[in-house]
């Protein structure tokens, strides 16, 4: 009996033995996979670029964006051109540049009467003037204003009917912290 009791003892402590190697094994490549990361606090003011620099970082490192991502940045991208329109309308006036069908105005007017609750536009509402937009951003008037654009601030963005943002036109206005993983490759 005492035989049995000892073998049965033996094999508890070979299992725990075992669980312990693969626990250890796992701490271990945690361990390095923490060394391989660098942390990085990104401080600037609005519009400096570290969004920008981070989504940069993560195409660099391997990490590009699938299908659902970039849906996601659609409404930005939307609401910024939609704001574009309107700064190149405003500025036109500015700049006193006429346009070459008087039957722009009214679209120009509906542009800058467009509202929303926030600076994302849905598809819906972004196909409701994307026509307009086409037609003011084909005028010569609007051609020669952001020829200009020198003269006043401008973020470019591309208008198509079924976009889907590319990886090297992802640009978001938004105040937020951000965290990205990547790993270190021994190159510092």
Not at 4 to 32: A, F, P, T
Not at 58 to 72: A, F, K, M, S, T
Not at 125 to 151: G, K, S
Request: aromatic letters at 10%.
């Amino acid at each position: 009996m005492n035989k049995i009791l000892c073998l049965k003892g033996n094999s508890d402590r070979r299992e725990q033995i075992r669980r312990s190697k693969i626990i250890d094994q796992d701490i271990l490549q945690e361990k390095v996979e923490y060394y391989k990361t660098i942390k990085i606090l990104l401080l600037g003011a609005s519009e400096c670029g570290k969004s920008t620099f981070l989504k940069q970082m993560r195409i660099l490192h391997g990490q590009d964006y699938d299908v659902q991502d970039l849906l996601e940045f659609r409404p930005i991208i939307y609401g910024n051109i939609i704001r574009i329109m309107k700064v190149l309308v405003t500025a036109r006036q500015s700049f006193d540049i006429q346009w070459t069908q008087s039957t722009l105005q009214s679209y120009a007017d509906q542009i800058l009467s467009f509202k929303t609750k926030s600076n994302e536009i849905q598809t819906h509402e972004f196909l409701a003037v994307a026509d307009i937009i086409q037609q003011l951003w084909l005028d010569d008037a609007i051609q020669e204003t952001y020829r200009r654009r020198n003269e006043f601030i401008l973020l470019v963005s591309i208008s198509k009917r079924n976009y889907l943002p590319f990886t090297i036109t992802l640009r978001a206005n938004i105040a937020v912290i951000e965290s990205l993983i990547l790993g270190y490759n021994g190159y510092f």
